[in-house]
Every structure is written in structure tokens, then in C-alpha cells.
């Protein structure tokens, strides 16, 4: 499955911006999607992710309360809506896909998409 990750840009501090991850060459289904970010000089950290069903749901600290992870299957799409951004929130974010086989999990990374935020 291929991942195309889009959405990002520059936004004052307070603004509001929804990445989407697109996936192509095969479904979603049955994948759990997370969205990752990183800084230079920083290690990839976990941001938010939601099951295959949609339904189960975790965000990192750093953004409870003001990001929303939600999922399309028809569309084979995840999005991320990101409220009350904060410099700190400045990163280059990238989609993940994954799914158990048998014993092996087959995960995917999409490109990045930048995210400015703004002081």
C-alpha cells in the first residue's frame, strides 16, 4: 500500500489545520493508521492513532484535547484535525500503516508533510 500524506503548511499559533494520509494501490482496510512527527535533530515521535475499526483512539499528551484522528474507509483515508496549534507543534508529519499477517506485521510509511506553526 502506498500512503500519500498531505495537508501541511504554515499557520499562525491558534490556527488550524487537517492532514490527510490517502492510501492507493490497496485498501485500508484492516490497517491501524498513525500519524507520527518529527524535528530535526529529533527522534519520530508516535502523535495520534486509530484502529482498523475506527473506533479505538490514542493521542500523545502533547495533544490531547486539541487533535482528532478519524478515518474514511470508503475513502481509504485518515485524517488529522489539528486545533489551538502551538509552535511547539512545528514538525514535519508522516502516516503510518499497519496490519498484522499471520506473525509478521507489514507496515508503511507515507512522505512527510510539513507543518509550520507560526509565533
Known amino acids: 500500500v502506498q500512503l500519500q500524506a498531505s495537508g501541511g503548511g504554515l499557520v499562525q499559533t491558534g490556527g488550524s489545520l487537517r492532514l490527510s494520509c490517502e492510501a492507493s494501490g490497496n485498501t485500508l482496510d484492516g490497517y491501524a493508521v498513525g500519524w507520527f512527527r518529527q524535528v530535526p535533530g529529533k527522534e519520530r515521535e508516535g502523535v495520534s492513532c486509530?484502529?482498523?475499526?475506527?473506533?479505538?483512539?490514542w493521542y500523545a499528551d502533547s495533544v490531547k484535547g486539541r487533535f482528532v484522528i478519524s478515518r474514511d474507509n470508503a475513502k481509504d483515508t485518515v485524517y488529522l484535525q489539528m486545533n489551538s496549534l502551538k509552535p511547539e507543534d512545528t514538525a514535519v508529519y508522516y502516516c503510518?500503516?499497519?496490519?498484522?499477517?499471520?506473525?509478521?506485521?507489514?507496515?508503511?510509511w507515507g512522505q512527510g508533510t510539513l507543518v509550520t506553526v507560526s509565533s
Open positions: 503510518n500503516a499497519q496490519i498484522l499477517r499471520g506473525l509478521k506485521i507489514n507496515d508503511y
Open positions: 486509530i484502529g482498523s475499526n475506527g473506533e479505538s483512539t
